[in-house]
T-cell receptor, first 112, second 112 residues
Framework: EAQVTQNPRYLITVTGKKLTVTCSQN?????MSWYRQDPGLGLRQIYY???????DKGDVPEGYKVSRKEKRNFPLILESPSPNQTSLYFC???????????FGPGTRLTVL | GESVGLHLPTLSVQEGDNSIINCAYS??????FIWYKQESGKGPQFIID?????DKRQGQRVTVLLNKTVKHLSLQIAATQPGDSAVYFC???????????FGAGTRLFVKA
């Protein structure tokens, strides 16, 4: 089944404790992206990747890092999480940039 | 600047009626538009798309209309059903660009 998977689905952590949210797609898509979704603000792009080893900042990259060592994986790293990073996070992929995006199920992160 | 917005944050319709969800965009260079549906607890899912060389596209019970003159996009859902209750996002992108910009979303309530 073609899909985007994210782990964990739910995470409660404390300020400053490094964490990684994994994202994997099995559709051989070139383009992958991370979004955060906050009430009233819709989906805001954090980082995106056009292909392996090619990543760039989206609209709200502060406090986040990503890597794209393999085509299928695009982990989101929070080196020192803060409470303002409490949000719902979505990973998405598409065959190419601008095409229909397939979204993962979301990761709800709470930073205390 | 670039933005994608919605006129109505919430829409309530009677089951069986038609629904119309509107979206305004500001980037005249955008040439690809997508509507996504997000059900509670899930990631957004593709509904229908349209390219700028078209002004109308129909799917199963859904129609997207594009008016480039006034930079307006709409999603029409025929014979709205309880299963259509969700948040609907419009999104825009343009050929050669690196980002997809999402609107804030409209919540559709379907009354039985």
């Amino acid at each position: 089944e073609a899909q985007v998977t994210q782990n964990p689905r739910y995470l409660i952590t404390v300020t400053g404790k490094k964490l990684t949210v994994t994202c994997s797609q099995n559709m051989n898509h070139e383009y992958m992206s991370w979004y955060r979704q906050d009430p009233g603000l819709g989906l805001r792009q954090i980082y995106y990747s056009m292909n392996v080893e090619v990543t760039d900042k989206g609209d709200v990259p502060e406090g986040y890092k990503v890597s794209r060592k393999e085509k299928r994986n695009f982990p989101l790293i929070l080196e020192s999480p803060s409470p303002n990073q409490t949000s719902l996070y979505f990973c998405a992929s598409s065959l190419i940039q601008g095409d229909e995006q397939f979204f993962g199920p979301g990761t709800r992160l709470t930073v205390l | 600047g670039e933005s994608v917005g919605l006129h109505l944050p919430t829409l309530s319709v009677q089951e069986g009626d038609n629904s119309i969800i509107n979206c305004a965009y500001s980037n005249s260079a955008s040439d690809y538009f997508i509507w996504y549906k997000q059900e509670s607890g899930k990631g957004p899912q593709f509904i229908i798309d349209i390219r700028s060389n078209m002004d109308k596209r129909q799917g199963q019970r859904v129609t997207v209309l594009l008016n480039k003159t006034v930079k307006h996009l709409s999603l029409q859902i025929a014979a709205t059903q309880p299963g259509d209750s969700a948040v609907y996002f419009c999104a825009e992108s343009y050929t050669g660009g690196f980002k997809t910009i999402f609107g804030a979303g409209t919540r559709l309530f379907v009354k039985a």
